[in-house]
């Protein structure tokens, strides 16, 4: 339907032409009426209508100064005009801005029908060529910005006022969506900026080599975007089988010009390789500097002929002498390892397989006289080359050593405390969860936090929360780092959290406590 203005200083011929003919079988709908020139002017300025009737003789203003002013400011809507005989020249002057046609009063029903129908079919050819010139430059524009983004054209080749790149802060986000159920997942992760109260023109959608990319633009979009994502920290999890819960999120550097966007592009893109070394419940890796890509105690030299042949009889030491602490430490250093390894994820898994089927062959051949349950290596193979993060595999293994500790010896239920307290000890700035810890003792989480509460007399958390809170009091009181540095050093990732960690244990802030404490 297309919109139409009727302007005439009689009320009465207003009425007429409103109820003269069936507008909205022609295609139209009357969406308002003017007496003079300047109201049609404002009512232009507020609901520009596709079609104005004007009558060319008004008072206030003039019609067709009316009609001047209305180009001047840019309407490029029709214009039918409506004059006696004698206004006749008026009409032919009006030619000049754009006016094609008039009607003489009295108004011929016919004439009028007629002349509408020549202007619907008007409209409706130049809305389609702008709705096809407008699919086209959408196009043009995000095939542009996708090969810009990869890198395979330059900015100094773009107009980038053109790609809507002239905001001061932008941020590239990469996401892939993963399931052990693949019918699960049945939606897109952009539709949650739509839901988010996001205006289009603050983001782009792309798709650039079958990944799903996100281009923030501008600092309130980056801002509103990372709200979204702060709800669902480590400490916050996605609810399970949520849409977050099947998502995972690397985020590019926040660059300031849209020169300098194909380097966060490439920052999203190594990180989205990093997820297979995220931690249990971990959605949303972002970039944190150059060395972001790298862990702590990395760097060895995986291809070195010798290093599977060293863990492979290290576990397997630690495995006959029923020693869990080493297990765990030693499954960590491999963990660590891997991360900085020059090899890739497939690579790294059909290690770890090799790893798995080395020491059950020895244990099979040295404890041959044992019954030992082993699942069948397919079962075990493909519960390696399937899982998502790393740290699954390394709880395979440990739940899979801890069965074959229990099948050739007698491992005491109370001495288990005594080794997740001595792990605990040397790794409160992990990650740790009474969940991702349960399987390296190779327990049931629920099960494991009935003993633990009954042999401490405190449960899991509380426990860990006093080791993290005793060890920040020393660095609180021995060193001028900064209270967020010290939350990161012993395993708080969130710095509020740390505060309230810290005050509900001593009653105090840290920042208080270290100026009651510091030594010189």
Known sequence: MYSVLIADDEKIIRKGLCSLIDWESLGYEIIGEAANGREVLTFIEKQPPDVVMIDIRMPNLHGLEAIKRAREAGYQGQFIILSGYSDFSYAQDAIRYGVRSYLTKPVDEEELIAILEKLRTELDEERGRDSSNQLYQEKAKLTLLQDYLAGEIGYEELNLSDL?????????????????????????????????????????????????????????????????????????????????????????????????????????????????????????????????????????????????????????????????????????????????????????????????????????????????????????????????????????????????????????????????????????????????????????SSYLGKIFSKKMGINFNTYLDNIRIEHSKELLKKNKLQVYKIAELVGYRNVDYFHIKFKKSTGISPAEYRKQNQTE
């Open 164 to 444: 809507g790149l002239t905001e001061n802060a932008y941020q590239v986000i990469l996401y892939e969506k993963y399931s052990y159920n693949l019918s699960d997942i049945s939606y897109d992760f952009s539709d949650l900026l739509r839901v988010s109260n996001h205006s289009q023109e603050f983001y782009e959608y792309l798709t650039i080599r079958n990944q799903h990319v996100i281009l923030l633009k501008g600092a309130h979009a980056i801002e509103r975007f990372h709200e979204i994502l702060s709800r669902y920290d480590a400490e916050l999890p996605p609810q399970k089988n949520s849409p977050l819960d099947t998502i995972f999120i690397s985020c590019g550097r926040i660059v300031k010009e849209g020169t300098e966007l194909p380097q966060s592009y490439a920052d999203a893109c190594m990180l989205l390789g990093k997820r297979f070394f995220c931690d249990q419940y971990q959605h949303v890796i972002n970039y944190e500097g150059p060395y972001s890509f790298t862990k702590e105690g990395g760097g060895v030299n995986l291809e070195h002929n010798n290093l599977l042949d060293d863990y492979v009889k290290s576990l397997l030491d630690h495995i006959q002498a029923y020693n869990r602490n080493r297990i765990a430490e030693t499954l960590h250093e491999l963990e660590q390892e891997l991360y900085s390894a020059p090899i890739g994820v497939q690579e790294q898994k059909d290690l770890l397989v090799d790893l798995y089927l080395q020491i059950k062959e020895k244990i099979s051949y040295l404890y041959r006289s044992q019954n030992i349950p082993f699942i069948p290596n397919s079962t075990a193979i493909n519960r390696i080359l399937q899982s998502y993060y790393l740290y699954e595999i390394i709880a395979f293994l440990s739940e899979q050593f801890e069965m074959i500790m229990s099948s050739i010896g007698y491992s005491s239920r109370e001495s288990i405390i005594n080794d997740i307290v001595y792990y605990i000890e040397h790794n409160y700035a992990e990650n740790i969860t009474l969940e991702n810890i349960a399987p390296l003792f190779g327990y049931n």
